[in-house]
């Protein structure tokens, strides 16, 4: 190869390692640029997401700007607490049963909703009579075998020192001893069978009695009751039924009787949940002494009315969202912490709030429903 194709060669390589050269560092020029862009650009959407009027800061976080228009919407008011005969909780129910006044025995006077409570009734009343007689019939069966095998024991006891002493024949012994066994054996049957009757009699009265409370009738309320009473029988759901208790003061409202109200005391619950409605029996007592409380009659009862200190809050102020309720809270200015309450019943277009709030806590009174989407967005963070 001549010197002239040499160095024609290498220019050739020359200006090839000078085009990579402006190729590499275009490229990275490039990049720069490009990166120094992206910066830009998450800088302008951090600067322009900081200017926004509200925006979700972190879990169930939210900040409002301060001073903007949207600010005027909010109204925000403090947590107090007040002191309420307002219902805990409120249930339909219905009369299931009345007694009347007359002279009749009160087992008799019992007026039900369904004419087969009162046959269960009926049933229910012979069983717990049946159960005290076989007691008694199995404590007189116990003493009776106990005594025939007493007195033949201490007859076999007289023949055998007879016998020993030779004056009785020891076919006398050995039929008082065969008397023995079979009063023994005899006594055994009786007692079993006698006891047999009382387990039977306490199992039909309780399996009645189960009926009874099924049908919605607690039979140990019926037989406490005065004339004049009538029970009332409700279904809690079973996310409520922690608001319920023995004793608990209820008021009453009939829908057949408008404008009037019967005070109703809870005299017992049912001892299990009803496993299809998920629901809990309670039974309530009301003193109907004008008989005006028929047996069927459908009411609202409202629970829990003894006077207490309670927190109300607007009902705007909650916010639902899924299966729970929310109010927002200020925790500093322009910032609201979205935090779960439990609330009761509704009134007046305000809520009791049972768990979530304190006094003195800065809530949004009015105007959080604009704020809901950014709540289920911070929820949802």
Known sequence: MTVDAWSARIRGRAALALLLAAIIG??????????????????????????????????????????????????????QAQRVTLPRLTVTGSVAARLGVGTEALEARWDFSQPELAASWADWLRARNEEPFAQRQLEKTRQLAAARVSAQTKLVERLRKLVAAGTDSPRDLAAAEAD??????????????????????????????????????????????????????????????????????????????????????????????????????????????????????FAEVGLGTEPRDAILVPADAVLHIGKADYVLVRTQPGTWRVTEVSVGDASGGRVEVLSGLGVGDEIIESGAIILKPLAVEALSG
């Open 26 to 79: 275009g490229a990275s020029v490039w990049r720069c640029a490009r990166e120094r862009a992206r910066d830009t650009k998450e800088e302008q959407a951090r600067a322009e997401t900081a200017a926004l009027p509200v925006r979700v800061t972190g879990p169930g976080m939210i900040a409002v700007a301060p001073g903007g228009a949207l600010e005027t919407k909010l109204a925000v008011g403090a947590v």
């Open 180 to 297: 023995l066994v079979q009063a023994q054996l005899e006594g055994q049957k009786q007692v079993y069978e006698a006891e047999t009757a009382q387990r039977n009699a306490a199992n039909n009265r309780n399996a009645l009695e189960r009926q009874l409370l099924q049908a919605g009738i607690d039979p140990g309320l019926l037989v406490q009751a005065k004339p004049g009473t009538a029970i009332l029988v409700a279904d809690v759901p079973e996310s409520q039924v922690g608001q319920v208790h023995e004793g608990q003061e209820s008021l009453a409202h009939f829908y057949a009787l408008p404008g009037e109200s019967y005070p109703a005391r809870v005299r017992s619950v049912a001892p299990t949940l009803s496993s299809e409605r998920r629901t809990l029996r309670v039974f309530f007592e009301l003193d109907d002494p004008d008989s005006h409380l028929r047996p069927g009659l």
